[in-house]
């Protein structure tokens, strides 16, 4: 059972590029969810989905989108990556109904040139 | 912004001593929690505390919640050198919606 996993753990872009963030978890969670976070500004939520086909912005998705590809899969993608996106990029999973502790993965480190 | 707001922002003591840390919300929630981060990893759920709870422990852990303030606190006793993280709280307030959270406190315990 590994919990909530990302890929890659670090990654290096140019402005510009475009590249997908993604994320399993295999704890048959129905909401999942994508943060980012900044020195000194917590986590900022980007994109969540509350279940399997649907999909709702958060606090700060200009930049961004989202795709639940199905129950385990939600990944983010920057289509043209600025500096202000450096940041590390969390994905969590929650049971809706359930306990409601979200588990997140370890993260995703993005710098940005 | 609904965020919730820790306090201290940063908070270092010696081992063996209290640390105390403070949440405030903005409006009514269902329950509350704490989650804490060592550097360079996720979150991990610590505990949480329903709307109609007033305190509740885990451990080394007792959190407190105040509905009326709107505010929560996170005592940690006898800490230990392996307690240094940032802490945050989070909020939920009903159905699908997302947890808030805080912009967290970084607890630094010194051996």
């Known amino acids: 059972n590994a919990g909530v996993t990302q890929t890659p753990k670090f990654q290096v872009l140019k402005t510009g590029q475009s590249m997908t963030l993604q994320c399993a978890q295999d704890?048959?969670?129905?909401?999942m969810y994508w943060y980012r976070q900044d020195p000194g500004m917590g986590l900022r939520l980007i994109y969540y989905?509350?279940?399997?086909?649907?999909?709702d912005k958060g606090e700060v998705p200009n930049g961004y989108n989202v795709s639940r590809l199905n129950k385990r899969e939600f990944s983010l993608r920057l289509e043209s990556a600025a500096p202000s996106q450096t940041s590390v990029y969390f994905c969590?999973?929650?049971?809706?109904?359930?306990?409601?502790?979200?588990?997140f993965g370890p993260g995703t480190r993005l710098t940005v040139l | 912004s609904q965020q919730g707001e820790e306090d201290p922002q940063a908070l270092s003591i010696q081992e063996g001593e209290n640390a105390t840390m403070n949440c405030s919300y903005k409006?009514?929630?269902?329950?509350l929690q704490w989650y804490r981060q060592n550097s360079g990893r996720g979150l991990v759920h610590l505990i949480l505390?329903?709307?109609?709870?007033r305190e509740k422990h885990s451990g080394r852990l007792r959190v407190t919640l105040d509905t009326s303030k709107k505010s929560s606190s996170l005592l940690i006793t006898a800490s230990r050198a392996a307690d240094t993280a940032s802490y945050f709280c989070?909020?939920?307030?009903?159905?699908?919606?997302?947890?808030?959270f805080g912009k967290g406190t970084r607890l630094s315990v010194i051996a």
């Open positions: 969590a999973s929650r049971l809706a109904g359930g306990p409601d502790t979200q588990y």
């Open positions: 704890m048959n969670h129905n909401s």
């Open positions: 989905s509350a279940s399997e086909g649907t999909t």
């Open positions: 409006t009514s929630i269902n329950n």
């Open positions: 505390i329903r709307s109609n709870e």
């Open positions: 989070a909020t939920f307030y009903s159905g699908n919606t997302p947890l808030v």
